[in-house]
């Protein structure tokens, strides 16, 4: 199942960022290099139910500004302070799970999200536990930004 929903995961990250933030956006391979040493933003929200699991976005502070001023509307010069951009972040993340969600839904597996929650800082990564499946994706954004995709999933109980 994991394949389908990483499959789902992507129409989903193409279609937020194409419809919300008129920004087209393709995947490319994962390498090491993929993520700067600037600072990075992640944001996360967590699904629920027949299907258990979590999202993570992460993408540079600065690609992360760029995603807020067109999220808003507003001329980067004017997005300031970490907590607009946080918040961005956050909504991006809650509207990329928000549309797996609704896939999933069509598929007949109910799940609920959790609230969306923002780490900050340089050189972290996410690990998964040895109970979870993880399947992490790389986008680039206007030729120059990258957006990395972490999914884990629990499996059902009782299931395989």
């Known amino acids: 199942m994991i394949d389908e929903i990483q499959e789902l995961l992507k129409t989903s990250v193409s279609g937020v960022f194409e419809t919300m933030l008129k920004m087209g956006i393709r995947g490319i391979p994962l390498t090491p290099d993929t993520m700067t040493d600037e600072p990075h933003i992640a944001g996360?929200?967590?699904?629920?139910?027949?299907v258990t699991g979590v999202v993570y976005i992460y993408c540079s502070a600065?690609?992360?500004?760029?995603?807020?001023?067109?999220?808003l509307e507003m001329?980067?010069?004017?997005?300031?302070?970490?907590?607009?951009?946080?918040?961005?972040m956050g909504e991006l993340a809650n509207m990329i799970v928000g549309s797996l969600k609704a896939k999933l839904v069509e598929k007949g597996h109910s799940c609920i999200l959790t609230i969306?929650?923002?780490?900050?800082?340089s050189?972290?990564?996410?690990?998964a536990t040895s109970t979870t499946t993880r399947r992490v994706m790389c986008?680039?954004?206007q030729e120059s930004s990258n957006l990395v995709v972490e999914i884990l999933i629990k499996p059902a109980e009782g299931k395989d």
């Not at 600065?62 to 999220?71: D, E, H, M, Q, W």
């Not at 004017?78 to 961005?88: A, Q, T, W």
């Open 44 to 50: 996360s929200v967590g699904f629920i139910g027949e």
């Open 62 to 71: 600065g690609f992360a500004k760029t995603v807020t001023s067109l999220a």
């Open 75 to 88: 001329p980067i010069e004017d997005v300031e302070g970490d907590e607009l951009i946080n918040d961005s």
């Open 116 to 121: 969306p929650s923002i780490v900050r800082g």
């Open 123 to 127: 050189h972290f990564s996410i690990e």
């Open 139 to 141: 986008f680039r954004c």
